[in-house]
């Protein structure tokens, strides 16, 4: 009981911060979460996460598997309503307005937040259309500017140079890295602000591993970025900052540098030098 | 009894060696056993369709594709019962297409398969598929004709003879939908099941509303399952008699359907009226073999159809996992 | 990079469109009621209307009556004598000798093959197995009536030395045809549904193939099965045209499978279209109608429900 008046009350507070937000967008964050909880049913999968996100930085979220950052992420874009049975609290700044209260339509927030799956999830359609699909669902009916903004989107994604001349062909003709990039390039198209990948290396050969990681250093200077990931060496070498899960848990939040040379919780420390995990 | 015979004798080698050749034996009665039984559904296949081929064969021409029946049904072709047929199918998965689909779809997309309504639909749909033919022929009488028919008839043809409200190929062919409803959304259903959740989440991650996943993944994803429902609905439609005997098939038609409160020829009830209310059995064999061969062909072909449509379904969803 | 404007989502459509998918969703659950409904409803003049009554009567449908002054009291079903006769007996006792062949002769070759196909065929010969039993149940009832009525009665006849060519055992043999497509895909189902771990354990304790079978693989299918047995007979009892056309239609009492039979389907479907709209014979036609939809609605559920917590048992017992 005392722990739900407290999140009340600390709700009540956020909201105040909320408003004057709203006046002032953040210049240094573009996301940020306060107080949230969240369950599937009747299990809770994050307890009381606070985080800030920073703009056009690489924000990477490690931790055991099951520890609650997939779950997380999915709540940055409203991912997590379509899953039934949910349910969720708090709150989520984008820009500082609340994405579940200042926003009805949730697909909405899906295209100023994009989202790399991962495993690589092209649709059964050709690769020009898997690009173009977000920008017919928003409306875009100008097929000049669908053809530009998928040449700009491909070229972004560094894949241009290998499909240019076969962007009829079915995505499912691409091998495992490409099609990863390509469902990069496909969530570029819509010109998202923040871009959500859940660990979108963890399929792919070292090879493409590189080139995804790569694209994330090239894309960072126009997108503010979250990614999950099982790999530390991944995490240190793409990420400005890092948040460490654990059971639901943010333990540990700050620049990498930080996080993976002098943690300040034990936990960290034990998980980054792979004692457990 | 044997268990008794055992334990004494666990310790012994010899004894040990013998139980295990008797357990051997044993495995072999019920295997051969069954396997007579299905030696002997594929007999009784063979020889029924065996039959058939050979006695329609010779009566296949294409004269008898394209031409009426001529001297009370014992010569000429069958020509208005295959049409009366296709258009019946025709009529028929246009109405249980849409309906299918969409039922499948909720199923599926908008609702949890624990809740209430979910179940409730799902027992009316195996039910719907176990209700006997000839109660769906009462149906479409006492339902289509009787009220749906006759009150289009009262309230706008109150002056003239029954317009609507009389056996027709459209009341024929809902009912016949009806019945086939539950062929297309198991195979709808069975489709949408092997869609993977990472396609619905790449459109909502995209923008996409759950109708603009649905039409523009859900739908083209499913449409090999759609396929093999449909086609399975129209094998499963063209040989029903039951339900159209009362609600629009007629013996004979000098005249092919053209309006949708016409009545038809059909090729089962043809060779049901041949069979039976022959004067001549004899002189109407060939023609009624004929018939008969020609109903199996179609029946048969939409079947093959299918299941190949659907094993590709099924080997392209291993592929792609 | 020029702007990208996005258009607002309608929320109109999406919510028609919600709405159109869950209206067609209940065609099924009102069909089933509409159906329920519509042929209760012709049924209803037997228990109110005292014209219908009068020859219809419940207690005329199933006692024996005395048609005749003198003559014996007897169960007839003659609705369009002078004397109208609507006694259920033989229509009863009709279905039943058909079906009860149906079975006899669908069940161990049903059950049969589905053993073998589950247990011992290779994975070669299942592929042979399976696209045979879809393609009997593939082919139309007409059909198999007309090969009953054509071909099987007459080799029966020759074979067995019959007075009458149509028979309960000719139509319950072509009905078994039907059903055995039914009987074999459930109890199949219902065996290979036997989680392999259940299979392990038995084979780790040193039994054979078959004793596997036996002892784990029967007993957990066993509900299984018998669904698959009870939905084949729910199809037996109301599978029309092949009766209609093999079994003679002779509406008569007696205990011998040689004779003729008129089923509760077969009548209806014979008699219905000569019928006066309205009439007394017309309503005991309907009420036949609900009796065949009550029974296989009972059995159908019945069957359903079986099924559902077998599946249950089994996959919670695999996980």
């Known amino acids: 009981m005392s722990a739900l008046s407290n999140t009340n009350s600390m709700k009540a507070l956020s909201v105040t911060t909320a408003v004057s937000d709203e006046l002032q967008p953040d210049i240094k964050f573009k996301m940020i979460v306060e107080n949230l909880n969240f369950s599937y049913g009747s299990v809770q999968a994050l307890f009381d996460i606070s985080m800030k996100i920073r703009r056009n930085r690489v924000t990477a979220l490690i931790g055991p598997s099951g520890c609650g950052k997939s779950t997380f992420l999915r709540v940055l874009n409203r991912m997590n309503e379509t899953i039934p049975g949910t349910s969720m609290e708090g709150t989520v700044l984008l820009d500082g307005r609340n994405i579940y209260e200042d926003f009805d339509d949730p697909s909405a927030i899906r295209t100023r937040v994009g989202m790399v799956f991962q495993k690589s999830n092209p649709f059964p359609k050709s690769i020009f259309d898997n690009v173009a699909y977000g920008l017919r669902v928003n409306g875009i009916k100008n097929k000049q500017l669908i053809i530009q903004v998928v040449e700009q989107s491909l070229r972004r994604a560094a894949l241009w140079e290998e499909v240019e001349d076969k962007l009829d062909n079915s995505a499912f003709m691409l091998s495992g890295g490409q099609q990863q990039r390509l469902c990069i390039a496909r969530a570029l198209a819509i010109r998202p602000e923040v871009i959500l990948m859940d660990e979108p290396a963890s399929a792919l050969d070292p090879i493409s591993t590189a080139k995804i990681e790569d694209l994330i250093g090239e894309l960072r200077k126009h997108y503010t970025i979250v990614i999950v990931t099982h790999n530390m060496q991944q995490a240190a070498r793409v990420s400005d900052h890092t948040g460490f899960f654990y059971e639901g848990r943010l333990i540990e939040y700050g620049p990498t540098k930080q996080i993976f040379t002098r943690p300040a919780k034990k936990k960290t420390e034990d998980y980054v030098t792979g004692r457990f995990g | 009894m044997k268990t008794i015979e055992l334990q004494p004798n666990t310790n012994s080698l010899e004894v040990v060696g013998h139980l295990k050749f008797g357990r051997k034996r044993r495995g072999f009665i019920p295997r051969g056993v069954t396997f007579l039984a299905v030696l002997i559904i594929l007999l009784m296949l063979a020889v029924i369709i065996g039959n058939i081929v050979i006695g329609g064969t010779p009566t296949i021409s294409w004269e008898f594709l394209t031409h009426p029946p001529e001297q009370g049904m014992e010569a000429g072709g069958v020509f208005p019962a295959i049409f009366g047929t296709v258009a019946l199918v025709i009529l028929m998965v246009i109405a249980v297409i849409p309906i299918g689909v969409f039922t499948a779809i909720y199923l599926q997309e908008y609702t949890s398969p624990k809740s209430r309504i979910t179940r409730l639909i799902r027992i009316a749909i195996n039910n719907l598929a176990g209700v006997p033919s000839i109660v769906f022929g009462l149906f479409g009488l006492g339902f289509f004709i009787a009220f749906v028919g006759g009150g289009l008839d009262s309230l706008f043809y109150p002056e003239e003879g029954p317009v609507w409200g009389q056996p027709a190929i459209i009341w024929a062919s809902l009912t016949l939908a009806l019945l086939t409803l539950p062929v297309v959304i198991i195979s709808t259903e069975e489709a949408l099941r092997t869609i993977p959740r990472e396609l619905r989440e790449a459109s909502y991650a995209l923008g996409g509303t759950k109708l603009q996943t649905i039409w523009r993944i859900i739908i083209p994803q499913a449409t090999p399952g759609i396929l093999t429902g449909s086609i399975l609905a129209v094998s499963r439609g063209a040989g029903e008699v039951a339900p159209i005997m009362f609600t629009g098939a007629a013996y004979y038609l000098p005249y092919l359907p053209t309006k949708l409160n016409d009545q038809f020829m059909e090729l089962g009830y043809h060779i049901y009226v041949m069979a039976t209310q022959s004067p001549d059995i004899e002189a109407t064999k060939p023609l009624l073999y004929g018939t008969v061969l020609v109903l199996l062909l179609l029946t048969f072909s939409l079947n093959s159809v299918a299941i190949l449509i659907r094993s590709r379904m099924r080997r392209s969803r291993v592929s792609a996992q | ?319």
């Open chain 3, 1 to 319: 990079m020029e702007q990208l404007i996005f258009k607002p989502k309608s929320r109109w459509r999406e919510f028609f469109g919600e709405k159109l998918i869950s209206v067609n969703a209940f065609v099924a659950l009102i069909a089933i009621l509409l159906i329920f409904v519509f042929i209760f409803k012709e049924a209803i003049p037997i228990f109110v209307d005292d014209y219908v009554k009068e020859d219809a009567s419940l207690d005329k449908m199933v006692f024996k009556q005395q048609y005749y002054e003198g003559r014996e009291a007897k169960w007839s079903w003659q609705p369009n004598s002078e004397v109208p006769k609507f006694s259920l007996w033989p229509l009863f006792i009709g279905t039943l000798k058909a079906s009860l062949v149906a079975m006899l002769f669908a069940i161990p070759l049903g059950v049969g093959a589905a053993i073998y196909c589950s247990e011992f065929a290779s994975r070669r010969i299942r592929e042979i197995i399976k696209p045979a039993i879809e393609m009997l149940a593939a082919i139309p009832s007409v059909v198999l009536g007309f090969f009953a009525l054509m071909v099987l009665a007459t080799a029966l006849q020759n074979t067995l030395g019959l007075t009458f060519r149509l028979n309960a055992i000719n139509a319950g043999i072509a009905l078994g045809l039907a059903v055995i497509p039914i009987v074999f895909t459930v109890a199949e189902d219902a065996m290979t549904s036997v989680p392999h771990s259940l299979r392990d354990a038995a084979t780790a304790l040193g039994a054979n193939r078959w004793q596997v079978s036996l002892t784990t693989v029967l007993p957990a299918a066993i509900p299984g099965i018998s669904a698959g047995v009870v939905l084949g007979f729910g199809r037996a009892v109301g599978e029309t045209m092949i009766v209609l056309m093999a079994s003679g239609n002779a509406a008569i009492v007696s205990a011998s499978f040689l004779d003729s039979v008129r089923t509760f389907s077969a009548t209806i479907a014979a008699e219905l279209a000569e019928v006066v709209f309205g009439d007394t014979h017309y309503h005991v036609l309907f009420m036949i109608g609900s009796l065949l939809f009550v029974f296989t609605f009972l059995i159908n559920l019945s069957g359903d429900i079986v099924l559902t917590r077998l599946k249950e048992r089994l996959q919670g017992k695999a996980t």
